[in-house]
């Protein structure tokens, strides 16, 4: 039996994200930039700096096969934790990194020492990530991939690592959304009609959400490749417009 596809996840880290002091800009562009290359983002965490609960979430993305892109705490100040809890998480020691050395001493010289030469002092087995803007890089140990939290840096590494470690996931049919609203209908009548949709079309995903206009109706997502969306999209529309349910097609299939 032939292993899924790993699912993308990101880890959004710092405590100025939970206090309200600055806005994630990551999820979105990170949704984007998969989304450009026919690949979706199947979770993400937010957590503080504090260490311990830090590192119990690397155990347990570190556990599963999914890539896992990590924002944030990585220099070498002391709320930069990232480094330290992923290398206690992965249950191997902190080394300084003698390729990420070697970037760091050729753009500063003589003051790497005794502070900046810990921004590549990286769990061992860990590979350098370039950083385009100020080469100041980042790093992968195995499907997780860390890089800063400034998204000038961030974003050009996250998608260096898509088209340079992960090119045979990229897919041409990039998944496709349909969506329609169902008037005057509760949820619990067309639970069969979702039953039988995503029988027919399991590598399709359908959402539904009540309308949150104080309207009666409900919205049906349905996602997947543009074929296996489109005849779920169908397959929906027959079985609402058979019981006489009226239907707003929000976005139809050809749009």
């Not at 195995?142 to 470690?165: E, Q, T, Y």
């Not at 995903?205 to 919205?219: D, K, M, W, Y």
């Not at 349905?222 to 969306?229: D, E, F, H, K, T």
Request: charged fraction near 20%; hydrophobic fraction near 40%.
């Amino acid at each position: 039996m032939q292993n899924p596809a790993p699912g993308f996840g990101a880890l959004l880290i710092g405590d100025e994200l939970l206090t309200g002091k600055r806005q994630d800009k990551h999820l979105p562009k990170l949704i984007e930039m998969l989304s450009a290359r026919g690949l979706d983002l199947s979770w993400s965490l937010t957590v503080g700096d504090d260490p311990e609960r830090l590192q119990a979430m690397l155990e347990w993305s570190l556990a599963s096969a999914d890539i896992v892109f990590s924002f944030g705490g990585i220099g070498a100040t002391p709320d930069d934790r990232t480094r330290q809890c992923a290398a206690k998480a992965a249950g191997v020691p902190l080394e300084f990194n003698a390729e990420g050395r070697a970037e760091l001493i050729e753009i500063m010289g003589d003051k790497v020492y005794p502070q900046r030469i810990h921004m590549v002092e990286w769990p061992v087995g860990s590979e350098m990530i370039p950083n385009p803007v100020n080469r100041v890089p980042g790093f992968s140990y195995k499907r997780h991939h860390f890089v800063p939290g400034f998204p000038s840096m961030a974003w050009p590494m996250v998608a260096w690592v898509l088209d340079n470690i992960y090119p045979e996931l990229h897919q041409t049919d990039i998944a496709q959304e349909y969506l329609l609203e169902a008037l005057n209908t509760p949820e619990s009548d067309l639970i069969d009609v979702m039953n039988a949709v995503m029988q027919s079309h399991p590598d399709v995903r359908l959402s539904c959400l009540p309308n949150a206009t104080g309207r009666r109706a409900i919205e049906f997502g349905l996602r997947g490749n543009s074929g296996s969306a489109s005849s779920a999209y169908n397959q929906l529309l027959s079985a609402l417009t058979t019981r006489g349910i009226e239907v707003l097609e929000v976005h139809p299939p050809g749009m």
